[in-house]
């Protein structure tokens, strides 16, 4: 029998825990009494303990009462885990990790992680629009921003919200088969495999900084005009810059090449038009400035793993 534990602290976000829990609970349906998984809650206080979305829980038991060894250690994510540092839990799970034979973070429940010191060194990933922060946040830790869980070696992170179903998922398969697991995401009602990783939820651009610099303007101009053709040298003459200068400039400034900020705003804007209206493909591909169906469903399946009738498919 494994045992799985939960570790809960104020705001932790509800579905990050049920969602993977409910897999090892469905899971018991289909193995033997002696190979169930062992559920548990661990809170950081004692009594119920309120959720972000204003539900109360009741743990187990507290940090300080939970047994020496678990197969899995897991924290969930939420506003107390990336606004929260939560001291007396780090220090539990500096010590809690070494007794564990794995453990891990659902969404944004790898802030938790960090701060206790746990991601150094490792691949890992958290929700999409959290990436950027945990990598400055955590520079030792190596984060990966599309996939939707990462395993290295006793750690296994997660993307965002439902996807601590696909890692729950992923551990039953390591544990019990991949029968199982199919067995367990049927029930559920889910995929055991998506098409595509996180970059198909974020957008692929930032914002367009507000501030008026030759650059910004570049990138506002190339926004308004997106379905004309553009070179660097083209952009390099709207800022009144040479080419060599105005990409040094440029790449230093937005953080991406000029052409990959292009082919960034090309797929944003066909997947604007691909969620909000029933326009042929083609005139997709004409609008976003690709040219030509074909490129369009390449770059798709190189930036999100999908094509572009398949993102249709799943986000309009």
Known sequence: MKTV??????????????????????????????????????GTEHGPLRASNGVLVHTDRHIDQAQEHHDLLLVPGG??????????LLDWL????????????ICTGAFVLGHAGLLDGYRVTTHWSYTERLI???????VTTDQIFVEDRNLITSGG??????????????????KVAQDVAKVLLVVMKRQGGQAQFSPLMAAVAPQ??????????????????????RMAGLANMSARHFARVFTRDVDMT?????????????????????????????????????????LFAEKLGLTPAQYREQFS
């Open 5 to 42: 534990a939960m570790v809960l602290f104020p705001d932790f976000l509800l579905l990050d825990m049920a969602g993977p829990m409910e897999v090892f609970s469905v899971a018991n349906r289909y193995l033997k009494p002696e190979s169930h998984y062992q559920l548990t809650t661990l």
């Open 79 to 88: 506003p107390g885990a990336y606004n929260e540092k939560h001291p007396p």
């Open 94 to 105: 500096q010590g809690a990790v070494r007794r564990a034979e794995r453990y891990g973070s």
């Open 136 to 142: 400055k946040g955590f520079p030792k830790a190596n």
């Open 161 to 178: 919200v439902t996807a601590g179903i696909d890692l729950a998922l992923a551990v039953v398969a390591r544990d019990h088969g991949k």
């Open 212 to 233: 008026e610099t030759p650059i910004t303007r570049v990138q506002n101009f190339v926004l308004e005009h997106i379905d004309e053709a553009f070179s660097v040298e």
């Open 258 to 298: 000029p052409m990959e900020f292009l082919q960034s705003a090309r797929i944003d804007c066909a997947r604007s038009l691909l969620e909000t209206s029933e326009l042929p493909l083609k005139t997709v591909a004409y609008k976003s400035g690709f040219g030509s169906v074909r490129h369009m469903r390449f």
